[in-house]
């Protein structure tokens, strides 16, 4: 079922990275019936406000990018609190998209819903065969609920409901709090900020072993509108470069695009999370979608950005 450019289409945490690129590729695309709400006007963890909403609104198509994320320190440290609100604002938005006959809702959930010690890469179908990672399990759960309960309105009531899971992402509306941030973000302001002070050392957290996949938000972005147009079968997709890099090679790419002359310095007692992380997306690209940002490049155009922020506003 394709979106005409005057079908209604929700964007669900559209002040987000994930969100915020969603919005803009819709608007390249032509689509300007667009609609959203601040955490301040509407709280999705609150189900009566999101069925008010959803009643008056009507919309057609619902993109669920809204989310309470962090990286492994805030997943650990406030355990109930992921499990918690992102329970709430799936279940809201999904039942309510129900209820009022939404014509197609794309959920967006988190490559961590797979097993820690799943075989690489990470096929869809590893999904419940094993133990999740203890640091971000609240948050795994939460995301695979919301994949099942797509998978389940669809079931019972035959709703077009799909679900696709990105791996870790990057580029503009980034979280660079230092408590809070993903690991790309993390790095690439603690190089700015020791090349500005003229530091001799950048930490960084774990062994550096650890390798992980980097994908840029608008390439996310493009494939959740390919998936939105193309497909509407029951199955779930992950979102990928299918190409990894360790930490520590990371780190090096960044301390060379940011220009830090220092070393690094890695802390072993902080941990390193899941030893691998790579998702298989054959699936993905059999329906047509592949990456186009390289990872390089991709920084290069982030730290852009980074650069001209005022990091004492963020803590």
């Not at 301040?40 to 609150?46: G, S, V």
């Not at 179908?125 to 099942?148: F, S």
């Not at 990928?240 to 780190?251: P, R, Y």
Request: proline share 3%.
């Amino acid at each position: 079922m394709l979106m005409n450019k005057t079908d209604k289409i929700y964007v669900a945490g559209h002040r987000g990275m994930v969100g915020s690129a969603i919005v803009r590729k819709l608007k390249a695309e032509g689509f300007n019936n667009i609609i959203y709400r601040t955490s301040a006007e509407l709280d999705l963890r609150k189900q009566e406000a999101v069925n008010i909403f959803f009643a008056a609104e009507s919309p057609d198509y619902v993109f669920l990018a809204a989310a309470k994320v962090g990286g492994i320190q805030a997943n650990n440290a406030y355990r109930a609190d992921f499990l918690y609100e992102n329970l709430m604002i799936e279940a809201n938005i999904i039942h309510a998209s129900y209820v009022n006959k939404v014509n197609k809702l794309l959920f967006l959930g988190s490559s961590c819903i797979y097993p820690k010690m799943a075989p690489q890469p990470l096929k869809e179908e590893y999904l419940l065969t094993d133990t999740l990672e203890y640091t971000n399990e609240p948050y795994a759960i939460a995301k695979i609920a919301g994949i099942k309960m797509c998978e389940n309105y669809r079931k019972q009531y035959g709703c077009n409901f799909i679900s696709a899971m990105p791996t870790n992402l990057y580029g503009p509306n980034d979280n660079y709090d230092l408590n809070t941030s993903h690991v790309l973000p993390a790095l690439l302001r603690k190089f700015h900020s020791a090349k500005v002070e003229g530091a001799d050392t950048v930490e960084i957290w774990g062994s550096g072993s650890p390798k992980r996949e980097f994908l840029h938000v608008d390439d996310s972005a493009e494939a959740c509108y390919v998936l939105m147009q193309e497909y509407d079968g029951e199955e779930w997709f992950n979102i990928g470069t299918g190409e990894d890099i360790s930490i520590k090679d990371l780190a090096l790419t960044i301390k060379d695009v940011v220009g830090f002359e220092g070393e690094l310095k890695f802390d072993a007692n902080k941990p390193d999370g899941t030893p691998r992380k790579l998702l298989d997306v054959s699936k993905l690209h059999a329906v047509g979608w592949k990456h186009k940002i390289e990872l390089r490049n991709g920084i290069k155009e982030v730290y852009n950005e980074v650069k001209n922020m005022d990091f004492e506003l963020l803590g």
